[in-house]
């Protein structure tokens, strides 16, 4: 029996083989619509997709080609491929503005760009684009069923937007920069005052104007160290507990020892 069952499992393969091979030459757009819907109605979607890049040109702008672009949508996205899948969403809601899948395929087209967005680290092209898409959906169905998620996909792309910025402002600090690294921390305290990154945001401006003043040549010296105190101020009065006491205890008594200097 389980002889008999291979066999025919093998024979079912090979026919379906068959089938869409004979659909990829056929120049029957039906006879390939027929196909490509049994393979993604299958779950065989990057052959489907074969077929519809093939139909798109026949179909493209017909209210019969709504099935067609759906499928192939979906089906690019099913595959990971965000880039065309989030192509052929915008494609579709833009072609089939009325459809009753207009509005899924505004989310999972906003979703394909979120999926394409990086880690942190690197260039964030891709996920401003991804937060601007999101944006949109939101803006347009802020009563979808989608909404919870939208929102979610945006919190988490504007959240790598903010450690990029922190991570930009602290790589100042890092290479001694410490002039950008002031400006670079004000900015993005201005930016995202609820971040999280807020207290580390706040040591490292002090450190920096800390490090900017004592290494300073005399005639600036004076105002850079006030500007590093009144650093020091914003510190505790956002954190009297901050974890960085210590060292801003620290850097204070050091720059109250230079600041006598000016005040004899």
Do not use: H, W
């Not at 030459?25 to 779950?43: C, H, Q, R, T, W």
């Not at 920069?177 to 004000?186: H, L, R």
């Amino acid at each position: 029996m389980k002889k008999i069952i291979s066999v025919l499992l093998v024979a079912l393969f090979l026919y379906s083989c068959s089938d869409y091979q004979a659909a990829l030459k056929n120049e029957d757009v039906a006879v390939k619509f027929d196909i490509a819907s049994k393979l993604y109605d299958a779950g065989k979607y990057s052959k489907a997709i074969r077929l519809f890049e093939q139909l798109a040109p026949a179909y493209r702008g017909k209210p019969q080609g709504e099935k067609l672009f759906y499928m192939y949508a979906q089906s690019c996205y099913k595959t990971k491929q965000y880039y065309l899948a989030g192509y052929q969403f915008d494609s579709f809601v833009s072609g089939y503005p009325k459809s009753e899948k207009a509005e899924e395929c505004a989310y999972l087209g906003a979703q394909s760009y979120s999926m394409l967005s990086p880690v942190y680290s690197i260039d964030q092209t891709d996920t401003f684009k991804a937060i601007e898409k999101i944006q949109g959906f939101i803006d347009r169905y802020p009563n979808s069923q989608y909404i919870a998620e939208a929102n979610a996909t945006s919190r988490k792309l504007n959240d790598k937007i903010e450690r990029k910025v922190y991570e930009n402002a602290l790589e100042y600090n890092r290479i001694s920069n410490y002039k950008s690294a002031i400006i670079a921390f004000d900015n993005f305290i201005a930016d995202f005052p609820g971040t999280p990154y807020k207290e580390k945001a706040l040591y490292y401006k002090l450190d920096s104007a800390y490090l900017l003043a004592i290494n300073s040549i005399p005639s600036k010296m004076e105002e850079r160290l006030n500007t590093a105190k009144t650093s020091y101020n914003n510190l505790v009065k956002f954190k009297p507990d901050t974890e960085y006491k210590k060292k801003a205890d620290e850097m204070l008594a050091e720059i109250d020892v230079e600041l006598q200097k000016y005040n004899k």
